[in-house]
C-alpha cells in the first residue's frame, strides 16, 4: 500500500468536503487503488471554527508555507477562492515542485496560461476538475473519454444559481426577484448573486472548457456574457406556447470561420435533453465527429460533489496517470487553435416580440425589414389585439447576429411599434433524436 | 512527435470506423496530444472486401501473428467478436508483450479474471472503454472522474436495440412485432435479436460495470436477466396512466448485505432523466456518496461511436497514463468486494395487474394475501368493470422478491382470478429531483 500524504490550503465549504471525503471513502479508495491517502497538514487563515469534523493527527496551520515547504508532502489541494492571493499560493506551491489540484475557476480563467507555463517549467502539474460543474467529470470526459475526438460544440447549464432560478420562474410562474430569494433560502443563491445571475461565472467555466476542447486560450472579453436578470414571465410564456424552455446556456461552437462563445439564455425545444435540467443541476452536451451527442448531467456545486472532483485528481495526480496527461496535453498553450470570432459575426435563431399599433400593414412592414436584412422568418403568430395594441411573435431561420440587430434598430424606429423587440436567442446546434 | 504505429485485429464495423477515425482526426490528436498515432498493420480473414476506405500504406494481412511478432507495434487494437478465437488472439498478444484495446464485452464477461491476470503477469494492459454504452465514456468515468466516491447504484439503459423497441411501442403504441422489424429495417436489431432482446447483451455489459464500480468479479449466473419480448402495449398502456414510461434497464445496487444486479423491464416515473432517453440512444446513471447522482448519455452503439472509445483508448494507452491505472486499479480480482445477493431477497416496487371476476370480496382477499406476504399498497386502482370482470391494478411499496412472487402464487390460485397477474418493477433508487 503506498501512502499518499496530501496538503490542503483553505478549510472552507470544498475543503471541508474534501476532508470529510477523504476520511469516510479512504478504505474505499485504498482497496480500489492502491493508494492510502491521507492530508498531512491543513492551512487556512480561520483555524479556529469548528468544522464538525474530528481531523485526527492532521496538522492545522496559518502558514500555508509550512505545507509548501513540506519535503514529504508531492500533492496540494489548493482550495482558496478569489484571484490574487490564490494565484501567489498556487505560484509559490509550483516552485516548490508541488503538484496542484484546485476548484478555483476564476483564477485559472484570468491567469490559466501563466500558472500552467510555470507548472511545466517546473515539471509540476495542475488539475482542475473540480472547477467547472462540480460532480459532472466533464474536464476528463473532454480530456480522456472523448480525447481522440474533433469537438464541434460544447454547450450546457453551467450555473446552478441561474438555473434554479429560471425553473421555479417556469415550473411556478414566480417572478424574477422572488425566484432570487427562494435561491436565497435555499442556500443556492449568495446574498450578492451577481457573479452567478450576470453570467461571469458560466463564462469563467466556458473559457476552461474551451481550453480542453478547443484548445484555446481565451479571456472574459472573447465572450459575449449576458445574464438571465432581463428575464420575464412574459418571455417564459411565450416561449412555452411555442414549445421552448428558457435556459442559461455557455455554448461555444467551431464554425467554419472560428470559435463562437457566448453566455446567454436560450430558448430550447422542450424535448431537448437540456430542457429538462431542472434546480441546480448542471449538465454539459458535447458534439463531436466521432461519438456524436453525448450529454453528462449532475451536480454542478456543493461541498461534496465538489470534492468528489478533487479528490478524483488527487487520485488521478498520486497514481502517475495525470502527469504524462498534463505533459502532452496543450493546455492554455495556443498552437494553431481556432481564433475566436466577433460575436456579431455569430449564428442564431431568434425569437422576438414586438408590440405595435393594431393598425393595416405593420407585419407587411416588419417582414420587410426582416427580409432586407437576410432574415427569413420560421414562424409568426399574431394574437387577437386588445385594444389598439398588437402583440406579434416571431421566430426566424437562423441569421447572423449583426443582421438581427441591424433589423431591430430599424423595426425600433418605426412610429407604429410600441415596445422595442425583446428577443432571446435558440440555438442552431440540433441534437440529434434517433427513433 | 511521438510516432505511434498501432496494430489493429478485425476489419468489421468498429474496426471500419477506428480507422477512419483516426484518419480523419490525425492532425487533431497530434496537435492536442503530441502523438502521430497511425495503423500499420490491419488483420482480418477477409482482405478482399472494399471498405470504402484508402488505407494507403497500411499493410493488410490475414494472419494475425504478423501484428502480434512485429516488435514495432506496442499497442493492438483487438476488435474480433465472439468468445473462444478472440480469447486466443488475446492470450497470444498480451504474452507477446502486446497492450490491447478491445470493444469485446462478451469476452471480457466471460474470460476477464483469466485475461486480467495474464496482463498483469505479462506488464501489459487491457483497455475496454468501447465494450460498454459505445460513445458514453461510462468506464473512465466511474474509473477515473468518480474515482474516490463509493458507489451505491449504477442503473441505465444500456441496449438501443431494446430501448429503440421499447420507445417505437411507447410513443407510436406499435406492438411488439413490428417495433422489432423496424428496428430491423433500419438496422437497429440484428436478423436475430436474441442477445439484445433477451437480456444477455445488456447482463455482459453489467459485469463490465460492476467490476469497475464495485469492484465485484461476477458472472452471467450472478444476474437476474428479463428481456423485453414478454412486454406488450397494455403494460406499456397502464404504466402511462399511472405516469410511468417502461425502460429496460440494467442494475447493479450495493445494499447492506450486497450487490443486487438484474436486468428487466423497469417503471421509471416520467420525470426520471432515463425516462427520456429515446430510439438507440444509452444512458447511465451513478449513485455515490460524495457526488450524489449523475447522468451520462449518449449513443451506445455503431461504427463511429464505438470507434470515439478505442481511440481514447489507444492515446490513454500511448501516452503512458493507462499503464498505472491498470496495474493500481484491481479490475476482475476480488478483494473483499461484495457479494451478489440471491434474487429472492432482492428489493423492488411492484407494479402489477389482475384481472378477475367482478364479484363481491375480490379487493378485500387480494390485499391481505399482500399484506401476509409482508407487502403494502402505495396505490390501487380499480376501473368501472366490463361486463363481468374487473381489471384491478396495484402499485406496491417496496418488498422482497420472495415476498412479492409468493404473493403472485397464492393470488393465481384463487377462483376469482382470471388472468394470472403480469407485473413489472419499479426501482426504489430514486433520482434526487432538486427545485
Known sequence: MKQVKIGLIGFGTVGTGVVHGLQVNRKHIADTTGFDITIKTIADI??????GLDIGSTALTQDYHDIANDSEIEIVAQLVGGIDTANDIMMYLLKHGKKI????????????PELFMTA????????????TAGGIPIISVLRDGLGGNSIHSIYGIVNGTSNYILSQMTEYNYPYEKALNEA?????????PSLDVNGDDAAHKLI???AIGFRSVVSMDDIHIEGITKINQTDINFARELGYTVKSLAVGILRENGLELRIHPTLLPREHPLASVKGVFNAVCVRDNLAGETMFYGKGAGSYPTASA?????IETASGSYGPKFANLCYFSDNGSPSVIPFSETISKFYTRITAKDIPGVVARITSIFSDNNISIASMIQKESTGSEAGIEFMTHKCREADFQNAVQEIKKLDFVIDPPAFIRALDVGFESVG
Not at 120 to 131: G, N, P, T, V
Open 46 to 51: 480561520d483555524i479556529k471554527t469548528d468544522r
Open 310 to 314: 478533487v479528490i478524483a485528481d488527487i
Open 208 to 210: 476552461l472548457l474551451t
Open 120 to 131: 511545466r517549467q517546473y515539471k509540476s502539474s495542475i488539475a482542475f476538475e473540480a472547477s
Open 184 to 192: 436565497r433560502k435555499k442556500g443556492y443563491a449568495e446574498e450578492d
Open 101 to 112: 489540484v484546485t476548484a478555483n475557476k476564476a483564477l485559472l480563467a484570468y491567469k490559466g
